[in-house]
């Protein structure tokens, strides 16, 4: 018998990435099914699991072979487990580990994998769905060990598909053949620390040889939690600026923006965002208030800093000047987050609101455009939308928990409405569309 110890590793105050399928093919060296045979506690900070392995997918271990690996991090509070698990390792100093949420457990059958949802903190055992889209719906139906199968097959075939539409040299089909690898953009976010390994792949792939409007629509399908730089800020300023491209392009491109702190010391940039609040499309407007929020940044150089300050000024006067005249409600609740206290108007709305979508539930958040304002009565319509969570901030941040239950699937014109200073309000939030499996989407 060959016995492979793998590297411990030390919990740290950091997010913990976690991936789909075929994130984790791409990230792992071996994956293997395999049968816990031993559980060690060799210290408070140390779970120390033995395996040995039935099936070997991808690698040089052989069936038979044991491995050792280090789980203190992976919280399964108590749930007695199957003996059956799958492993993604990776060969670090000559050992293996589990790439980073890299392990299957197995409960009555039913497969579970892990996220992180607190940091500092371990991951927390969730369901496995369907593979990749219960990464951000969710699911309370875990699947099986031979639906898991077909599902990773179905990851490695993903894999595969992105290079083979990669390898393409016609700019259009090999656009359409990589947004065809991954889901269409809608639905909310999951929890955790998700990264899409294909999606950042095809858009640094795509932005290589000159196609960044192709990469945009990668990442409008892309649920990374943090996104980092995509090309240079010159190049996504001027995508963001062109009214002749679709608004969902601009919008992603705004959004690419955000992920690059760099535009706050080009003063091109800042300019061309400050431009972007009176754009025709609300939608525009929305996502370049939300880019162009003052940071406050600073710098230990007093050149820079000044600079800095200058630049928050700017952008604080032009974010109030278009706050009032501005009518969307979408881009009003942009506007009072990003100025927090957004100075007296005749005509403002009392309240201003915004629904987000996390799973297969919906968290309403609030804002006051006075810091007064007394609200009551609040509640989310039609009656057949399940209780969100609602977030109201004026001068405390108060938090209402939504309730149990699913919402039918269906088409709602979604919409918040409370009495504010003794006045009906009514807010738009847009149109929800549940799916038969209760899979949540929502157009603005």
Known sequence: MVVLLAGARVAAARPMLHFDLAGLIKESDEIVYADRVKVEKPST????????????????????????VEEFLYTRDGVALDPQAVLFLATRDGKYDLVSSGL?????????????????????????????????????????????????????????????????????????????????????????????????????????????????????????????ALAPIADVVAVARDTARPANVRVEALAAIDSDMAHLDNADAVHALIALYGDRDPAVRAAAAAVSTPRGASSSDPKLDAKFRAIDREMRAALAKRWAVETDPNVQYALVVALEHPPARA???????HVDVYGRALTIRVRCTHAHARMTGARVT?????????????????YTPGGSGATPAGSY???????????????????????????????R
């Open 45 to 68: 900070y140390s779970r120390l699991v033995h395996y040995r392995v039935t099936r070997v997918v991808r690698g040089k271990l052989a069936v038979g072979a044991e491995v050792v």
């Open 104 to 228: 299957r457990v197995v409960q009555g059958g039913k497969v579970y994998r892990f996220e992180q949802y607190n940091n500092p903190g371990g991951w927390t055992m969730v369901p496995q769905g369907d593979d990749p889209t219960d990464i951000w719906n969710g699911t309370e139906t875990p699947i099986d060990l031979a639906a898991f199968g077909r599902a990773l097959d179905a990851a490695q075939h993903r894999v595969d598909a992105l290079a083979a539409a990669l390898a393409q040299t016609d700019r259009d089909r090999r656009r359409a053949a990589v947004l065809a690898v991954f889901a269409p953009p809608g639905g909310g976010t999951g929890g955790g620390f998700y990264r899409d390994v294909l999606a950042q792949e095809a858009e640094q792939a795509l932005v290589s040889v000159g196609d960044l409007d192709g990469a945009l629509l990668v990442r409008e399908r892309d649920r990374t939690a943090f996104r980092t």
């Open 347 to 353: 005509s403002a709305p009392a309240i201003v609101a």
């Open 382 to 398: 039609p009656a057949a939308v399940a209780t969100p969570t609602i977030e109201y901030s004026c001068d405390k941040v108060e």
């Open 413 to 443: 014109a979604l919409a918040f409405e409370a009495t504010v200073d003794g006045k009906p309000v009514k807010i738009p939030l847009g149109t929800l569309t549940v799916g038969a499996d209760g899979a949540v989407a929502l157009a």
